[in-house]
């Protein structure tokens, strides 16, 4: 997680080193909002296109974007400037198809899941792709 007035540099280390593809922003135990690539991509129109080259050949996309970024001299920016607030959550008690439901009406990939307004997990699609698959079994 982050802290809203945490700059992008040090926020980005932990989504780098675990392979993390999005990043609850938290302040006094509640999730504020998300930092995700797509966050990052609308500092910089150019980084796009480059990031998608970079999955597409297997590359370390994120080592790239936060390599761009402090190219860009925005390691400083602080989190709260770039990410997506509020953010789209579910429960876990929400049901495969409601939680795709929610991806699908907010366009995004990812879910924070929140139990009590506590961050508990992420759902992506990958997830949710999965428990289709094994309900499907």
């Known amino acids: 997680t982050a802290k809203p007035d945490e700059s992008l540099r040090e926020a980005l280390d ?4 675990r392979h993390c593809s999005i990043l ?4 006094n135990g509640q999730c504020l909002g998300v930092v995700s690539a797509s966050d990052l991509l609308g500092l910089e129109y150019d980084f796009h296109e480059t990031l998608i080259q970079k999955e597409h050949q297997g590359g370390p996309a994120w080592y790239w974007l ?4 402090a190219q ?5 920016l602080p989190v709260r400037d770039v990410m ?3 953010p789209i959550t579910v429960a876990p008690s929400t049901t495969i198809a409601e939680a795709a439901g929610v991806l699908l009406e907010n366009a995004v990939h990812r879910a924070v899941v929140l139990e009590n307004g506590r961050v508990v997990g992420i759902v992506s699609t990958t997830d949710l792709l999965r ?5 499907a079994v």
């Open 14 to 17: 932990p989504i780098v080193e």
């Open 24 to 27: 609850p922003v938290i302040e």
């Open 66 to 69: 936060t390599h761009k970024i």
């Open 72 to 76: 860009a001299g925005l390691g400083n």
């Open 84 to 86: 997506t607030s509020p």
């Open 131 to 135: 428990g289709f698959t094994a309900e």
